[in-house]
């Protein structure tokens, strides 16, 4: 089964230091989705793309996270400077979204395990 | 904006008992509707799905079906295994919101042998 990769699974790291977490989507699909999930807030969207264009970015504190899309293959996540407060599961999820019919189900990767020290 | 609530839990069952977890949401148009299920330590598994009202979503003998008039979408399963034990949620998403989900607060179900 085709599956959403996700690196590096748990990460550990000082405050103030700059942390990327790499997401490789399902081959074909064109919709990529990265969430945040703590115990307080449950999963929050933080941003997605649609054909590697940025949609939405709203859910993210833009002065110190930035989410690109190189190419069709990978979708980064970066925090910098990091804060304790950042500390959480980041998952990133990918789908299709066809020109007609409904929402596509969304495919999660297993999680980068994040905290700041 | 839109919103899914789902019950409190956590859930604890013994091996065989009937599930219900219910979930209940708020949206204008028209969600298509998930159960997603989370074990320990893995991302998120799509479990079903409906995308219209009246429609029943079904996989691994877990069932909801999409009620609009009740706004809700409860997940059932007959008799539930150790196997089962995991976090569920619920959720929606709209194509005019750019299919992005609107999870609910997930559900903690344990169940003991």
């Known amino acids: 089964d085709a599956r959403v990769t996700q690196t590096p699974r748990h990460k550990v790291t000082e405050m103030g230091q700059e942390v990327t977490m790499r997401c490789q989507p399902i081959?074909?699909?064109?919709?990529v989705f990265w969430y945040r999930q703590t115990m307080m807030q449950g999963l929050e969207l933080l941003a997605y793309?649609?054909?590697?264009?940025?949609?939405?970015d709203s859910g993210m504190p833009k002065d110190r996270f930035s989410a690109e899309m190189p190419d069709a293959t990978l979708a980064t996540l970066k925090i910098q400077p990091s804060e304790p407060r950042d500390s959480a599961v980041y998952f990133c999820?990918?789908?299709?979204?066809?020109?007609?019919?409904?929402?596509?189900?969304?495919?999660f990767g297993d999680g980068t395990r994040l905290s700041i020290l | 904006g839109d919103s899914v609530t789902q019950m409190e839990g956590p859930v604890t069952l013994s091996e065989e008992a009937f599930l219900t977890i219910n979930c209940t949401y708020t949206?204008?148009?028209?969600?298509?509707l998930f159960w997603y299920v989370q074990y320990p330590g893995e991302g998120l598994q799509l479990l079903l799905k409906?995308?219209?009202?009246?429609d029943k979503g079904s996989n691994k003998g877990f069932e909801a079906t999409y009620r609009k008039e009740t706004t809700s979408f409860h997940l059932e399963k007959g008799s539930v295994q150790v196997s089962d034990s995991a976090v569920y949620f619920c959720?929606?998403?709209?194509?005019?919101?750019?299919?992005?989900?609107?999870f609910g607060e997930g559900t903690q179900l344990t169940v003991n042998p």
């Open positions: 999820a990918s789908g299709l979204r066809a020109s007609l019919g409904g929402s596509q189900p969304q495919h």
């Open positions: 081959l074909g699909h064109n919709t």
């Open positions: 793309f649609r054909n590697r264009a940025p949609l939405d």
């Open positions: 949206a204008t148009g028209y969600p298509s």
């Open positions: 409906a995308t219209k009202a009246d």
């Open positions: 959720a929606l998403s709209k194509e005019t919101s750019g299919s992005r989900l609107t």
